[in-house]
Structures are given as C-alpha cells and as structure tokens.
C-alpha cells in the first residue's frame, strides 16, 4: 500500500554535505516511527532524481523533496515547487519540477502537492564528511519537517 505522504532525499554520501538529501531521509525515517500521530509515511533515496522517480508520485496526496543547495540561504528554505518542463528534462539528473511534469504528462492529471526543502550546504568534495554547519542546518530542517507534517 503506498503512503499518502513521501518524503524523497537524494544526493551522494561520498560527497560531503551533498549527503544532506540522504541523511535527512535517515533520520526523518526514525522520527516517523516514534510518531504514529503523522500517519503512512514513505521515505526514499537515490544519488539524483530521474524520469522513473515520477511513479513513486503515484497515490500520494503530498511530497517533500530534500536536497543540499549551495544556492539555499542557511539553514534551508522551503518552497512549493510546480511541474514544469526545464533544461533538466532531456538530461541525466532531473529537477524536481521536471519529475513532476513527467508525473502530470503519464499521469494525465496533477501532481500531488510537492514541497522543495533545499538544506544549505558548502563542501561537497568527493571523500568529505558533513560539515558543521551543515550539520546543523540538517537538525533545523528535521525540525521544521516535523511541523510541517505534523500541521498537514
């Protein structure tokens, strides 16, 4: 039976706070269970989103994607993401947005409400571990998914 709620992480352990995705997962995943109270909940990984993630959309009424961002005002920001066609679409490597518009163009319909969490990081070397301070926006941003699902 598929959960009504998936939260989806990606990224490469291997590569410094690009592991934030992964480990957010992890330990959402442990959270969930001591928290009957938020219902279903999926929890998945992979090293990048890709064309075939848009089934895992399938049957949810929403969907948090996390990922690290150079790019994110620390600790993390969280924004309502759309389905959209963009320069990911043909590539590898898709956009959140590109995997909902996959969703929309098999599915015939719309998504599920998604939720982009992109979580500050700073060092993604291959063979880094998780900086601190990426360490610490990880802990903000386990805490601000709990509210979230806990509010509906």
């Known amino acids: ?13 291997s590569r410094g706070d690009d592991a934030l995705g992964p480990l957010f997962v992890e330990h ?3 959270l969930a269970r001591r928290h009957p109270e938020w219902g ?5 990984t992979d090293f990048q989103l890709q064309v075939e993630h848009a089934l895992d959309l399938q049957g949810r009424r929403r969907v948090l994607f996390v990922d690290a961002s150079i790019d994110a005002p620390a600790p993390f920001s ?10 990911s679409f ?12 996959v969703y929309a163009d098999i599915d015939d319909g719309e998504p599920p409400p998604c939720w982009l969490l ?17 360490r610490r926006s990880l802990q903000a941003a386990l805490q ?9």
Do not use: Y
């Not at 969280?78 to 320069?87: G, P, S």
């Not at 601000?144 to 509906?152: K, N, P, Q, R, V």
């Open 118 to 134: 992109a979580i500050r990081g700073e060092h993604f070397e291959l063979g880094e571990g998780l900086g601190a301070s990426a």
């Open 90 to 101: 043909t590539t590898h490597a898709m956009s959140p947005q590109a995997v909902l518009k």
């Open 40 to 44: 279903e909940v999926d929890c998945l």
């Open 28 to 30: 959402f995943a442990e």
């Open 1 to 13: 039976m598929t959960a009504p709620t998936l939260i989806f992480g990606w990224g490469n352990p």
């Open 78 to 87: 969280l924004t309502r993401i759309e389905a959209a066609r963009d320069a």
């Open 144 to 152: 601000l998914a709990a509210d979230w699902i806990a509010t509906g």
